[in-house]
């Protein structure tokens, strides 16, 4: 048996996921084990994560709704002390469209790990939680004690639900200590230029949608509404660079093993606090590209708020966290993951 601290990644195909396992990975005292069934990620992004860091990484294709194919995993890797679950769909507008297979699959996973969890006695547990729980907020920026507004979303719920289901696993089952990391935007991609956000289903966030533009895979980018009640009319956001969210993860996983006078259950938001414009994230694009991007007003996009950004002491109080990721590095490293992906 390794003294390594063996961590159960589920969704580590996929684009957070990915860029965690790399920070794990990167650390002496993880080993990691991936669980995804590739709905929105391929199998291939281990073999990138063997690139970049020289490691394996074990993994398993699952259905993480499936109760005794769960059972299976904890069994076929024992050890485990920690989870970090990614695992979910997280399309707002086809959860709109999809309720039951939203609700089904990012809760009922959810809550078969859970019961994993509980039933081989892993104790740490990181959720991967979003700011759309805050919904339109009043006063900005944002913190964990912002109340949490009724979702706008099947996907948001699942999220406001996923938490609240982590909340009552802690207190049913006291050795059980979890986080859920409330991400603002998370954008960029890993400096090697080597993975990213995973090009399988059309993307609707701002980011791709930039990139994929510039490279001439959708011939423009609609600004969703320039009437908004802001500096430039446009909606702001608090974009976070994906290697930070990342990193903010193992933080969060090391704090709970570290910490036996951690509280059982917390939130953490995962923000840079600097909101930032539509029209701005598209001329840090141009400026860092060093070309011009097609893009035109449209009509508001239905469920956008004005405008969310982090206040983000705690994250930094409790774990240490600092966010050093620029918006332009969010810009350049995602334009050269794009760019790698039209080789
Ligand atoms: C950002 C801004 C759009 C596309 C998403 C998830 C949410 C959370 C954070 C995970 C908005 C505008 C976008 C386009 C545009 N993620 N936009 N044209 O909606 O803030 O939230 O990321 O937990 O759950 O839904 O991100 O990138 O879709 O939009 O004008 O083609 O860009 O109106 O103001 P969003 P986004």
């Not at 024992?78 to 999809?98: D, L, M, W």
């Not at 598209?282 to 469920?303: C, D, H, T």
Request: hydrophobic share 40%; glycine share 8%; charged share 20%.
């Amino acid at each position: 048996m390794s003294n390594k601290q063996r961590i159960l990644v589920t969704g580590g195909a996929g684009y957070i996921g990915s860029h965690t396992i790399i920070e794990l990975l990167s650390r002496p005292g993880f080993e990691v084990v991936s669980a995804d069934n590739y709905s929105n990620s391929s199998s291939e992004t281990y073999r990138r994560i063997k690139t970049i860091t020289g490691k394996d990484v074990a993994y398993a294709e699952i259905d993480l709704c499936d109760r005794q194919a769960v059972k299976k995993l904890f069994e076929d890797f024992p050890g485990i002390t920690g989870v970090i679950h990614f695992a979910a769909f997280k399309s707002v507008p086809e959860s709109v469209e999809k309720p039951a297979a939203y609700y089904r699959n990012n809760l009922v996973s959810l809550i078969n790990v859970l019961e994993a969890c509980t039933a081989y006695g892993v104790a740490r547990f990181i959720f991967s939680s979003s700011c759309s729980v805050y919904g339109n907020i009043g006063s900005l920026p944002v913190n964990e004690d912002t109340p949490v507004a009724a979702a706008e979303s099947p996907y948001g719920y699942t999220k406001i639900a996923g938490e609240q289901i982590l909340k009552d696993f802690t207190v049913a089952f006291p050795s059980l200590h979890a986080i859920a990391l409330r991400y603002f935007n998370p954008a960029g991609a890993h400096p090697s230029g080597l993975i990213g956000e995973i090009p399988l289903n059309r993307p609707n966030n701002l980011v791709p949608v930039i990139t994929r533009t510039a490279i001439g895979k959708q011939n423009e980018v609609v600004v969703f509404g320039d009437d908004y009640d802001t500096r430039d009319g446009t909606c702001i956001r608090d974009y976070v660079h994906v290697c930070d969210i990342a990193e903010a993860h193992v933080l969060a996983i090391d704090y709970l093993q570290k910490n036996a006078g951690a509280k059982a259950y917390d939130v953490i938001n995962l923000g840079t606090g600097s909101g930032v414009t539509v029209l701005e994230a598209i001329k840090a694009f141009e400026r860092v590209a060093g070309k011009p991007l097609n893009y035109r007003i449209g009509p508001r996009r239905s469920g956008d708020v004005i405008a969310i950004f982090s206040d983000s002491s705690k994250a930094h109080r409790i774990l240490g966290w600092n966010p050093h990721h620029a918006l332009d590095e969010m810009m350049s490293s995602a334009w050269k993951w794009e760019l790698h992906l039209a080789k």
